[in-house]
């Protein structure tokens, strides 16, 4: 069989040779990644790596990977690895399964569904692709991820083959490499992830499918008649029949062809291969305009980005949407002034533009109105500081030549690169040119006006006109008995009150009338005096600043740092009462993490003092919360407000000039409180080990004087008083709080838990030596924690030794040491040098002797922690201790048994006889909060508890009676 010349086929990932034959069953050869780079031979991922002594790899391939370099849906045959430095060990037992998957990234766990393709062999490996072929064809749908898993293990570790790889924009690889003989077959261990993906050779067959039209093209509206087309057909076709809709055709998969003629061009592509064809006709895809009127010549801002992601995606312009691509793509400049609007003047031009969303641009828009072939600052009609959308309307001048193409220059950049000149060529972005021809407007005048500011505490309102169709005369009237017939007039009001505001608009054809009814409210007792200080912004950049704040009746929005600082502390006002707390909520920009700052002048001396700060924030994006007043001075009179936000760490005062952000000032109006308090307060800790307690008054209303009652006949009058209680037990917490509108008092049943002793210790295994311990009952863990894993290479002990015990007992709640890597000792005696009891290892309680109870001969145990030095630790143990004294006092101990342990749900307490009177049960989780309390009634020998509702982990269960107290530890597990 001969094989004709390949087509290579690349993409930016992947070149795909496909060998063109007669046969149907042509095997394709189709490689993901392109890295000239390797691991070196201490480096993971390496599917071919034996640093340790085996190693485990999932490797994922996202299906648009697949497409993208030519692979369709087939018979996967064969996959292969580039290996540049190949290690002389023999990997034994090497293994390749395949599955699919609709991850599009890995984690920590592995990948279930794996189906074993090649191997288990022994395999050396080879400089070049080292090829695996199939025990028996993988079929692949052609739509779902792929996911390649190798694995082996040797009895000894050597070094790594060095393995070509490409790096992913995901989390393509999940690998463990460890000593262990199971890593194969164990799900668990220390799993590391990588976008270091090796590059891999997928050898397959295509399905006999036959191919599916489609294609893009690009521009879709040409002023100089180039297109380029690019197929996108499935299922590689191999014969490609262009139709260009001008008689011309071509045969090459992306052909680029020019248009000579104007006019709108329908396209059809039909695709073949040996098991069929299809055909896909795109109506009116092209629009070619060459020879139509352009704009006079302008200076070209030209430029060559090469960072994709950049420039102009889409311009909409009165309605019409102009896409494009990036400014890779398209180049830095692209002249579309071929494509021309009309519009009246007089009339509203809109704009809008969308740009690609790499990183924030700065956007400007010109139109040449005098026809000049310049752009200066008063054509400007869009100027976003940043973002990756801006719209503007705008009227269309009176002066503007008409009956001529006019140039519009639309330009967007990185927004902090330098600010866009319509002469030099952006950085990153670039810069597209459209056209538009201004007509006649024959119609009478729409009215329509814009007041500032709507709420004036001084009388003073700009009025402006932005009435359509250029109207040529004005009469305005301000509802006060004055009017202007100014186009735009500035008009101070004289009294306080709310006003209507009409404009009447004409023009030669006609007239309009417009009124705004209570449109504008003037209140000249609501001036604040000057502010003492008057922050500007020193260099806003980056969208940092306040775009709006809502507060007790502010609700104020606004562009944000580039307008610097903003006094809005008329008709902005806050109306607040000392003593209360109220929501405030600021939005700023989500980018951006930033520090957000408020105080209020409350005693009106102009200064903002450090009591005066109500509210921070600190690195956060749209910051909210509650301001809680503080008692006033001064009351019923507008106070100055100051709100500040800027770069974090920046800030350290309210005179500060902010670096980005900016300073906005309020009103806020404080009255004096009129209620009693509602007490209210709070303790730390609820549950306590050594008695001590603070308590902290969290009263509303503004208490000034406190009475509190802890429950152990001692009281205080501090507001927040540190008590010491001197018993272990369960105590009521009373406050009284005053002031001179009356008292509320809050009482909190059972706040304190005073803890026994052995309910406040935990022990863990000591890194190294050996830590003796002396109580009878306690709770031991690995040197991990309750939460962590152990260590490796730990290898202290602890020696449970209580005073005057006969025997020691020691029961596993939890267990997990790595199967006879890790071990646990037990020693019948007070030292590593007694008897060995036992050695544990194994994945669960479920694996040691005796169901993990172990009981000494005499009054010590000793357990050591052996933990090899590999990277490789599991959870370890939890395990709660017991012993038995000599003489009678162990008789009076009621608890027989608590099980099972550890719990799931249900479990039992056994009595060692009936219950006595006045005994009770409580059980507390490991905070010391109460979970249950529960009599005994007189006589009983066992009594049930649900501990489905509990979250897992540790809780101690307690017998109450008239002789004293008993307690056990309870695991909860599920």
């Given at each position: 069989?001969?094989?004709?010349?390949?087509?290579?086929?690349?993409?930016?990932?992947?070149?795909?040779?496909?060998?063109?034959?007669?046969?149907?069953?042509?095997?394709?050869?189709?490689?993901?990644?392109?890295?000239?780079?390797?691991?070196?031979?201490?480096?993971?991922?390496?599917?071919?790596?034996?640093?340790?002594?085996?190693?485990?790899?999932?490797?994922?391939?996202?299906?648009?990977?697949?497409?993208?370099?030519?692979?369709?849906?087939?018979?996967?045959?064969?996959?292969?690895?580039?290996?540049?430095?190949?290690?002389?060990?023999?990997?034994?037992?090497?293994?390749?399964?395949?599955?699919?998957?609709?991850?599009?990234?890995?984690?920590?766990?592995?990948?279930?569904?794996?189906?074993?393709?090649?191997?288990?062999?022994?395999?050396?490996?080879?400089?070049?692709?080292?090829?695996?072929?199939?025990?028996?064809?993988?079929?692949?749908?052609?739509?779902?991820?792929?996911?390649?898993?190798?694995?082996?293990?040797?009895?000894?570790?050597?070094?790594?083959?060095?393995?070509?790889?490409?790096?992913?924009?995901?989390?393509?690889?999940?690998?463990?490499?460890?000593?262990?003989?199971?890593?194969?077959?164990?799900?668990?261990?220390?799993?590391?992830?990588?976008?270091?993906?090796?590059?891999?050779?997928?050898?397959?067959?295509?399905?006999?499918?036959?191919?599916?039209?489609?294609?893009?093209?690009?521009?879709?509206?040409?002023?100089?008649?180039?297109?380029?087309?690019?197929?996108?057909?499935?299922?590689?076709?191999?014969?490609?029949?262009?139709?260009?809709?001008?008689?011309?055709?071509?045969?090459?998969?992306?052909?680029?062809?020019?248009?000579?003629?104007?006019?709108?061009?329908?396209?059809?592509?039909?695709?073949?291969?040996?098991?069929?064809?299809?055909?896909?006709?795109?109506?009116?895809?092209?629009?070619?305009?060459?020879?139509?009127?352009?704009?006079?010549?302008?200076?070209?801002?030209?430029?060559?980005?090469?960072?994709?992601?950049?420039?102009?995606?889409?311009?909409?312009?009165?309605?019409?949407?102009?896409?494009?691509?990036?400014?890779?793509?398209?180049?830095?400049?692209?002249?579309?002034?071929?494509?021309?609007?009309?519009?009246?003047?007089?009339?509203?031009?809109?704009?809008?533009?969308?740009?690609?969303?790499?990183?924030?641009?700065?956007?400007?828009?010109?139109?040449?109105?005098?026809?000049?072939?310049?752009?200066?600052?008063?054509?400007?009609?869009?100027?976003?500081?940043?973002?990756?959308?801006?719209?503007?309307?705008?009227?269309?001048?009176?002066?503007?030549?008409?009956?001529?193409?006019?140039?519009?220059?639309?330009?967007?950049?990185?927004?902090?690169?330098?600010?866009?000149?319509?002469?030099?060529?952006?950085?990153?972005?670039?810069?597209?040119?459209?056209?538009?021809?201004?007509?006649?407007?024959?119609?009478?005048?729409?009215?329509?006006?814009?007041?500032?500011?709507?709420?004036?505490?001084?009388?003073?309102?700009?009025?402006?006109?932005?009435?359509?169709?250029?109207?040529?005369?004005?009469?305005?009237?301000?509802?006060?008995?004055?009017?202007?017939?100014?186009?735009?007039?500035?008009?101070?009001?004289?009294?306080?009150?709310?006003?209507?505001?009409?404009?009447?608009?004409?023009?030669?054809?006609?007239?309009?009338?417009?009124?705004?009814?209570?449109?504008?409210?003037?209140?000249?007792?609501?001036?604040?005096?000057?502010?003492?200080?008057?922050?500007?912004?020193?260099?806003?950049?980056?969208?940092?600043?306040?775009?709006?704040?809502?507060?007790?009746?502010?609700?104020?929005?606004?562009?944000?740092?580039?307008?610097?600082?903003?006094?809005?502390?008329?008709?902005?006002?806050?109306?607040?009462?000392?003593?209360?707390?109220?929501?405030?909520?600021?939005?700023?920009?989500?980018?951006?993490?930033?520090?957000?700052?408020?105080?209020?002048?409350?005693?009106?001396?102009?200064?903002?003092?450090?009591?005066?700060?109500?509210?921070?924030?600190?690195?956060?994006?749209?910051?909210?919360?509650?301001?809680?007043?503080?008692?006033?001075?001064?009351?019923?009179?507008?106070?100055?407000?100051?709100?500040?936000?800027?770069?974090?760490?920046?800030?350290?005062?309210?005179?500060?000039?902010?670096?980005?952000?900016?300073?906005?000032?309020?009103?806020?109006?404080?009255?004096?409180?009129?209620?009693?308090?509602?007490?209210?307060?709070?303790?730390?800790?609820?549950?306590?080990?050594?008695?001590?307690?603070?308590?902290?008054?969290?009263?509303?209303?503004?208490?000034?004087?406190?009475?509190?009652?802890?429950?152990?006949?001692?009281?205080?009058?501090?507001?927040?008083?540190?008590?010491?209680?001197?018993?272990?037990?369960?105590?009521?917490?009373?406050?009284?709080?005053?002031?001179?509108?009356?008292?509320?008092?809050?009482?909190?049943?059972?706040?304190?838990?005073?803890?026994?002793?052995?309910?406040?210790?935990?022990?863990?295994?000591?890194?190294?030596?050996?830590?003796?311990?002396?109580?009878c009952q306690g709770l031991l863990v690995d040197?991990?924690?309750?939460?962590?894993?152990?260590?490796?290479?730990?290898?202290?002990?602890?020696?449970?030794?209580?005073?005057?015990?006969?025997?020691?007992?020691?029961?596993?709640?939890?267990?997990?040491?790595?199967?006879?890597?890790?071990?646990?000792?037990?020693?019948?005696?007070?030292?590593?040098?007694?008897?060995?009891?036992?050695?544990?290892?194994?994945?669960?309680?479920?694996?040691?002797?005796?169901?993990?109870?172990?009981?000494?001969?005499?009054?010590?145990?000793?357990?050591?922690?052996?933990?090899?030095?590999?990277?490789?630790?599991?959870?370890?143990?939890?395990?709660?201790?017991?012993?038995?004294?000599?003489?009678?006092?162990?008789?009076?101990?009621?608890?027989?048994?608590?099980?099972?342990?550890?719990?799931?749900?249900?479990?039992?307490?056994?009595?060692?006889?009936?219950?006595?009177?006045?005994?009770?049960?409580?059980?507390?989780?490991?905070?010391?909060?109460l979970m249950v309390r529960q009599a005994l009634?007189?006589?009983?020998?066992?009594a049930t508890f649900d501990a489905a509702p509990?979250?897992?982990?540790?809780?101690?269960?307690?017998?109450?009676?008239?002789?004293?107290?008993?307690?056990?530890?309870?695991?909860?597990?599920?």
């Open positions: 069989m001969t094989l004709t010349t390949p087509w290579i086929h690349c993409t930016a990932v992947a070149c795909t040779a496909i060998f063109l034959t007669p046969l149907l069953s042509a095997q394709v050869t189709t490689d993901i990644g392109t890295g000239v780079t390797f691991n070196p031979p201490n480096q993971y991922p390496a599917p071919y790596g034996n640093q340790a002594n085996g190693s485990r790899h999932q490797i994922l391939v996202l299906a648009s990977e697949l497409n993208a370099a030519g692979m369709t849906a087939g018979d996967i045959v064969s996959l292969g690895f580039n290996v540049a430095v190949p290690s002389p060990t023999t990997l034994l037992g090497f293994t390749v399964s395949i599955g699919t998957t609709t991850a599009t990234g890995l984690t920590n766990l592995w990948q279930p569904g794996m189906v074993p393709v090649w191997g288990p062999l022994d395999l050396t490996a080879s400089v070049g692709w080292n090829m695996h072929p199939f025990d028996s064809p993988f079929t692949w749908d052609g739509l779902t991820n792929l996911l390649i898993e190798t694995c082996f293990s040797n009895g000894f570790g050597s070094e790594n083959s060095g393995m070509y790889r490409t790096a992913t924009g995901f989390t393509s690889v999940s690998y463990r490499q460890t000593p262990n003989p199971n890593v194969c077959t164990f799900n668990g261990g220390m799993i590391v992830n990588s976008d270091q993906r090796p590059d891999l050779r997928f050898e397959w067959i295509p399905a006999e499918i036959p191919p599916v039209a489609a294609f893009s093209l690009s521009p879709a509206f040409t002023c100089d008649g180039v297109v380029q087309f690019t197929d996108a057909s499935q299922y590689l076709p191999d014969t490609w029949t262009w139709d260009f809709g001008d008689l011309t055709g071509s045969s090459d998969a992306s052909p680029e062809h020019t248009y000579l003629a104007d006019g709108v061009y329908d396209v059809t592509l039909i695709v073949t291969n040996a098991f069929g064809s299809d055909t896909l006709t795109q109506f009116a895809a092209i629009t070619v305009l060459t020879n139509g009127p352009r704009p006079d010549t302008a200076c070209l801002p030209l430029s060559s980005p090469t960072i994709e992601g950049f420039g102009i995606l889409d311009i909409e312009l009165n309605g019409v949407a102009l896409p494009s691509d990036d400014a890779v793509a398209d180049g830095g400049y692209l002249d579309r002034s071929c494509i021309l609007d009309t519009v009246e003047v007089g009339s509203l031009l809109d704009i809008a533009v969308t740009t690609g969303t790499i990183a924030t641009h700065q956007i400007k828009v010109w139109v040449d109105w005098d026809s000049s072939g310049v752009f200066t600052a008063d054509e400007v009609i869009l100027d976003e500081a940043h973002g990756n959308f801006a719209t503007a309307s705008s009227i269309v001048p009176g002066t503007a030549v008409q009956n001529v193409p006019l140039r519009i220059r639309v330009m967007a950049d990185y927004e902090v690169s330098p600010a866009l000149d319509p002469c030099v060529g952006p950085q990153f972005g670039q810069a597209e040119d459209l056209a538009l021809v201004i007509i006649t407007n024959p119609d009478p005048p729409i009215a329509q006006f814009t007041a500032s500011p709507l709420f004036s505490c001084d009388g003073q309102v700009q009025f402006t006109d932005g009435s359509l169709n250029l109207a040529t005369g004005w009469t305005w009237d301000f509802g006060d008995l004055t009017g202007s017939t100014d186009a735009s007039p500035q008009h101070t009001y004289l009294a306080s009150g709310v006003y209507s505001v009409t404009l009447i608009a004409i023009n030669a054809n006609g007239g309009d009338t417009l009124t705004f009814t209570d449109l504008i409210t003037v209140d000249l007792n609501g001036q604040l005096p000057a502010a003492q200080c008057t922050p500007q912004t020193q260099s806003y950049c980056c969208g940092y600043g306040l775009l709006g704040i809502t507060f007790a009746g502010i609700n104020s929005t606004s562009v944000d740092g580039a307008e610097g600082y903003q006094d809005r502390s008329c008709g902005q006002v806050a109306q607040v009462e000392e003593g209360s707390s109220y929501a405030i909520a600021m939005e700023t920009d989500d980018q951006n993490d930033q520090d957000a700052y408020a105080w209020i002048d409350l005693d009106n001396d102009g200064v903002f003092a450090a009591n005066e700060l109500v509210f921070f924030a600190l690195g956060t994006v749209d910051p909210s919360g509650t301001v809680a007043i503080p008692q006033g001075s001064v009351y019923n009179t507008p106070l100055r407000m100051r709100v500040i936000t800027d770069v974090v760490g920046e800030i350290t005062g309210p005179c500060d000039p902010p670096l980005f952000g900016q300073v906005e000032d309020f009103t806020a109006v404080v009255s004096q409180i009129t209620t009693p308090p509602t007490a209210q307060f709070t303790a730390t800790p609820e549950t306590t080990c050594d008695g001590v307690v603070q308590f902290t008054d969290a009263s509303t209303a503004l208490p000034n004087s406190w009475l509190w009652d802890f429950g152990d006949l001692t009281t205080s009058t501090d507001q927040d008083p540190l008590h010491t209680y001197t018993t272990p037990g369960t105590y009521t917490v009373t406050l009284t709080a005053s002031n001179g509108n009356g008292n509320d008092t809050e009482i909190q049943t059972g706040l304190i838990q005073y803890l026994e002793g052995f309910l406040c210790d935990t022990s863990s295994i000591p890194d190294n030596g050996q830590l003796v311990l002396d109580e040197d991990g924690g309750i939460t962590d894993d152990y260590s490796p290479g730990v290898s202290g002990s602890v020696t449970l030794a209580p005073v005057g015990a006969e025997t020691v007992t020691l029961l596993f709640d939890q267990f997990a040491f790595e199967t006879n890597f890790d071990f646990l000792a037990l020693y019948d005696g007070p030292s590593v040098n007694a008897p060995l009891l036992a050695e544990l290892t194994g994945a669960t309680v479920g694996d040691l002797p005796n169901g993990g109870v172990f009981t000494s001969s005499g009054p010590a145990l000793t357990i050591r922690q052996e933990a090899s030095n590999g990277p490789t630790t599991w959870e370890g143990f939890v395990a709660q201790w017991d012993c038995s004294f000599t003489g009678i006092g162990e008789a009076h101990d009621p608890i027989g048994s608590v099980g099972p342990v550890p719990a799931s749900d249900v479990f039992n307490l056994n009595l060692t006889r009936g219950a006595g009177k006045d005994q009770w049960v409580t059980i507390n989780n490991a905070l010391g909060e009634p007189q006589g009983v020998r066992s509990w979250p897992p982990g540790c809780y101690g269960l307690s017998v109450h009676g008239p002789d004293g107290i008993w307690s056990r530890l309870i695991v909860v597990q599920r």
